[in-house]
T-cell receptor, first 110, second 114 residues
């Protein structure tokens, strides 16, 4: 069965500090991995996906198949990054229905 | 139009009421989803429609009844709900199921069952 683990429920940093939101997955094949973000009072939206390999709002995420991880990183956090972040996994075995992690709440203090 | 819209934004209903949630998208997406989300929790999948046919029902109680009248619309009919069904109900769409594409989410309907 596919599973997504986000070990941190809450991550609190100061503005300008580096941030890393962890995501580990269990799946033996080639998964599709996503990071979704939900800002306060806004809809859940895609932040980035591993196949696009782009940086969105300064965030990057690299798929590490050896460690089965897809951690989200940003070198300098901004207050507007405060939000709920969900890692999601999509696989052929799961009919490509995304499986969401429990989410990490990121709080960036001024 | 690249948005998923949902109506109503808020809904308060009694346990004996019958109500419906509506979802609409005009992006030509062929997969549509209903999720339930409790505060500070991830979305929980309820139903998936693919090409207007129910593809997945995640063992949802029969008091929730989905309907896909056409490729742009998705409804969720509610009847005899319980207070624990109070949550944010999210609709989402994606281009197609086998592609594993990104999902586009609506803003949700905040449901309160009294």
């Amino acid at each position: 069965a596919q599973r997504v683990t986000q070990p941190e429920k809450l991550l609190s940093v100061f503005k300008g500090a580096p941030v890393e939101l962890k995501c580990n997955y269990s799946y033996s094949g080639s998964p599709e991995l996503f990071w979704y973000v939900q800002y306060s009072r806004q809809r859940l939206q895609l932040l980035l996906r591993h196949i696009s390999r782009e940086s969105i709002k300064g965030f990057t995420a690299d798929l590490n198949k050896g460690e089965t991880s897809f951690h989200l990183k940003k070198p300098f956090a901004q207050e507007e990054d405060s939000a709920m972040y969900y890692c999601a996994l999509s696989t052929p075995g799961g009919s490509y229905i995304p499986t969401f992690g429990r989410g990490t709440s990121l709080i960036v203090h001024p | 139009d690249t948005e998923v819209t949902q109506t109503p934004k808020h809904l308060v209903m009694g346990m004996t009421n019958k109500k419906s949630l509506k979802c609409e998208q005009h992006m030509g997406h062929r997969a549509m989803y209903w999720y339930k989300q409790k505060a500070k929790k991830p979305p929980e999948l309820m139903f998936v429609y693919s090409y207007e046919k129910l593809s997945i029902n995640e063992s949802v109680p029969s008091r929730f009844s989905p309907e896909c009248p056409n490729s742009s619309l998705l409804n969720l009919h509610l009847h005899a709900l319980q207070p624990e069904d109070s949550a944010l109900y999210l609709c989402a769409s994606s281009q197609d199921l086998p592609l594993g594409d990104e999902q586009f989410f609506g803003p949700g309907t905040r449901l309160t069952v009294l």
